[in-house]
């Protein structure tokens, strides 16, 4: 797989229930972010997780990240219908990588009202 | 609060013609970056730009591409001569990256280039 994949590819669920996507990467990492993206717009960034955090929260999202499994979840509590929109992860390489974003196929995530 | 914004949210061209693509950071950020996302694609990385140079470019940003920042604020894209496989949504983002919160990228709202 490719640097950067999520799974699902698309996730429905109703309001209320939780919903989590889950990110995989090849390289080693210095941070790992999360976007949101609606349908045609602009990313939005959700959240950073570096590479020597485990687990971190934001209002109703928590991101883990296991560097061992080259691994990060995105888990979003109590879904609305404003949350329906397409999620990736971006990973940065180590500083000598450079700073560039590589990007996953996303998660699309429809929450039914 | 801060956000980068980018004109046009719609450009639409001919074939072979150039086009600008224009971002303004957010003002106190010192990295810059273009990225672009083919219609059901991945967001690809295109270049990154502090201190007025190319930081680093990937394998699409070829001869046909180039980066400036004019001014202290703007910073745009140019295509020379445009091909039907540019056709894209653009996005800007920059970061500030002085310290350990502040590595996060923020993206622009894009613009839709189409070339016919």
């Known amino acids: 797989s490719q640097q950067g994949e999520e799974d699902p590819q698309a996730l429905s669920i109703q309001e209320g229930e939780n919903a989590t996507m889950n990110c995989s990467y090849k390289t080693s990492i210095n941070n790992l972010q999360w976007y949101r993206q609606n349908s045609g717009r602009g990313l939005v960034h959700l959240i950073l997780i570096r590479s020597n955090e485990r687990e971190k929260h934001s209002g109703r999202l928590r991101v883990t990240l296991d560097t061992s499994k080259k691994s990060s979840s995105l888990l979003i509590t109590a879904s609305r219908a404003a949350d329906t929109a397409s999620y990736f992860c971006a990973t940065d390489g180590l500083p000598s990588s450079g700073d560039k974003l590589t990007f996953g196929t996303g998660t699309r995530l429809a929450v039914r009202p | 609060e801060p956000e980068v914004t980018q004109t046009p949210s719609h450009q639409v061209t001919q074939m072979g013609q150039e086009v600008i693509l224009r971002c303004v950071p957010i003002s106190n950020h010192l990295y810059f970056y273009w990225y672009r996302q083919i219609l059901g694609q991945k967001v690809e990385f295109l270049v990154s730009?502090?201190?007025?140079?190319?930081?680093?470019k990937s394998e699409i940003f070829d001869d046909q591409f180039s980066v400036e920042r004019p001014d202290g604020s703007n910073f745009t894209l140019k295509i020379r001569s445009t091909k039907l496989e540019d056709s894209a949504m653009y996005f800007c983002?920059?970061?500030?990256?002085?310290?350990?919160?502040?590595?996060?990228?923020?993206f622009g709202p894009g613009t839709r280039l189409t070339v016919l």
């Open positions: 983002a920059s970061t500030d990256r002085r310290g350990a919160s502040t590595d996060t990228q923020y």
């Open positions: 730009f502090y201190n007025n140079e190319i930081s680093e």
